[in-house]
């Protein structure tokens, strides 16, 4: 699923009028007649000059450079990007996704420009090449205890409330994945 596709996504653009006092195709045009079109500019026009809410101005500019580049980057073109600076992980990530889908048929794979989200009724997780040495696996896990690979308290990504690290391909452990799928099942 691409960024567009996304039912939040979707979500927020039918909220637009009534949030922003804009629709999207208003907001493009005034983008465009304001002749910005990298990605800070165009937030700090939306976000300085229209008071527009980081959530919103970052859906509206995405969505506008999208548009401005032909469309949006495929799933796998994400993916290939995360990973084209740190090949080394890209197997790690495989091995994560296929554990993952084993769970069930209910999950949703959701590749964005710098981590891929993991769904199922709600976001559980997400895997992210975080520094060219280490990967972050990151969990909603609300209430669970910190212990072993599992770091609490740091509201890590700004979605998860738990975070383990991975360092290398040793360190996706049964307990790894115990986590993996304690977060799944409390998204169900």
Wanted: a neutral charge.
């Amino acid at each position: 699923m691409t960024y567009s596709d996304d039912p939040q996504v979707h979500t927020m653009i039918k909220n637009l009028p009534k949030k922003t006092g804009k629709s999207l195709e208003e907001w493009f045009s005034l983008i465009k007649a304001n002749e910005v079109e990298k990605h800070g500019e165009i937030m700090k026009l939306l976000k300085g000059e229209h008071g527009v809410t980081h959530g919103f101005a970052n859906t509206i500019t995405l969505l506008y450079r999208q548009q401005a580049s032909g469309g949006p980057v495929g799933e796998d073109e994400l993916i290939t990007g995360q990973y084209s600076k740190k090949p080394a992980m890209k197997p790690w990530y495989d091995s994560l996704i296929a554990e993952v889908s084993k769970f069930g048929k209910d999950i949703e794979i959701a590749p964005k420009k710098s981590y891929v989200s993991l769904r199922r009724a709600k976001q559980f997780g997400i895997i992210q090449p975080s520094t060219s040495t280490r990967m972050d696996l990151g969990l909603n896990l609300k209430g669970a205890e910190a212990g072993g690979v599992l770091i609490e308290g740091d509201k890590w990504s700004g979605m998860c409330s738990h975070r383990i690290e991975i360092h290398s391909p040793d360190d996706i452990s049964a307990e790894v994945i115990d986590w993996l799928r304690k977060a799944y099942d409390g998204a169900g």
